[in-house]
């Protein structure tokens, strides 16, 4: 069982793939004003679409049954989760507005998320006892669905911003959207280099003393750009490179200098094939992909976007806050407790509900807006990634 669903999440993640090829060949036929082949490619890359959500679904729920509770508990599942939450946000919206433009974009950032969720172990484990609640299927799941349909505004923003900002000069819109860009390119680099020193049986050990203060031993999946604070290196015959540096003592979450050493990684891998890319189109990226959004109504798409806010926030609150904080209640006696998890969190809220405020009573529209949800985005993944990763708190087992 514990195959199948591995093999369900793997076919899911290819026929993302292709299904971001046709909808290519469906904005292709678009803007050559061929609305027949158009419309008939366009159903093509849905069912397509379609078909992969449903392998991810059965991921899902094979993954629920052999583990015996709900497959968010880790950073792995969370993340796959996450990734199927924003596909199933985007089936819905094309469905009502009927954009290729908007799976071009979608699919590749579930093809992303899918292949950066591999940096994660990916075994099925028992639940630690705080998790051992049905408040873990009510909050977790909630949460990433509010998280999945925000991700589709951020989605429909980000098409916005490239049809409209001016590519012929250098700017501060141009070098943030070339941000975007990076980033994404980052989380395509390290699930390459994981696989690649995984396909090796890369591994190489320090002993040190870890958040608990408690001597253990660490073990890396890539060579050690960064290695424990204080630790020290296990010999190997694998240990030919690194540690170059320690991970500063303020990094205290649950194996934070692993994670510190694959962010830098990514970094690394990331920069590498941003330059790639950089070499082969010879100009930003982002202007490079301009012009297939040529005959994009960027209105439309800044309804598209606001209309995804508006069903995402409440969904949000109510999972990330509210049955959160009711969680709290009841595992650890309070509401509240200012941990950092539950602040950033806290933050999200209060972001998403300012873009909403400033949207409709001071007409922030367009531009403004978009790059609004940009930020927002954002915060989420910094929530996702640096604060469950890196700092240490109530939630580090994350």
Not at 111 to 124: G, T
Not at 140 to 149: D, K, N, S, W, Y
Request: hydrophobic letters at 55%.
């Amino acid at each position: 069982m514990v195959e199948l669903s591995s093999n369900l999440l793997l076919a899911a993640f290819f026929i993302y793939i292709a299904s971001m090829v046709v909808f290519s060949m469906t904005m292709y036929y678009e803007n050559k004003q061929q609305k027949k082949r158009a419309k008939k490619w366009g159903w093509s890359s849905f069912g397509l679409t379609l078909a992969g959500f449903l392998a991810q679904l059965g991921y899902f729920i094979t993954r629920w049954i052999v583990g015996g509770h709900a497959p968010v508990s880790n950073m792995f599942e969370y993340t796959t989760f996450l990734g199927m939450t924003i596909v199933l946000a985007f089936l819905i919206l094309y469905m009502i507005y009927k954009k290729p433009v908007l799976g071009i974009f979608t699919m590749p950032i579930a093809i992303v998320i899918i292949a950066y969720a591999s940096v994660f172990p990916s075994d099925v484990s028992p639940l630690i006892p705080a998790l051992q609640t049905y408040w873990l299927h009510i909050h977790v799941i909630t949460t990433a669905i509010g998280q999945g349909i925000l991700g589709i505004g951020f989605i429909g923003a980000l098409i916005y911003l490239i049809r409209v900002v001016d590519q012929t000069k250098r700017s501060r819109q141009t070098f943030w959207l070339e941000a975007i860009v990076f980033a994404s390119t980052c989380a395509v680099g390290i699930a390459i280099t994981v696989g690649l020193f995984q396909a090796n049986n890369y591994s190489v050990s320090f002993n040190w003393v870890n958040e608990l203060e408690v001597e253990a031993e660490l073990e890396y999946d890539l060579p050690a750009i960064v290695g424990p604070y204080k630790g020290e290196l296990i010999p190997s015959d694998q240990n030919r490179f690194g540690p170059l540096l320690q991970t500063p003592g303020w990094m205290n979450g649950v194996e934070a200098p692993r994670k510190f050493n694959t962010l830098l990684w990514s970094i690394v891998s990331g920069s590498l094939l941003y330059l790639g890319l950089r070499i082969i189109l010879r100009k930003r990226v982002s202007a490079a992909i301009q012009p297939v959004l040529k005959n994009v109504n960027p209105e439309l798409f800044d309804e598209v976007s606001y209309r995804a806010i508006i069903i995402g926030f409440p969904v949000f609150a109510l999972g990330g806050l509210i049955f959160a904080m009711i969680w709290a209640q009841v595992a650890w006696t309070r509401f509240w407790g200012w941990d950092p998890k539950e602040v950033w969190a806290l933050i999200t809220f209060l972001f998403y509900a300012a873009y909403l405020h400033l949207r409709l009573s001071r007409g922030w529209h367009g531009e403004k807006s978009a790059w609004l949800l940009v930020i927002g985005f954002g915060l989420i993944m910094f929530n996702l990634l640096a604060i469950n990763l890196v700092v240490a708190g109530l939630h580090s087992y994350a």
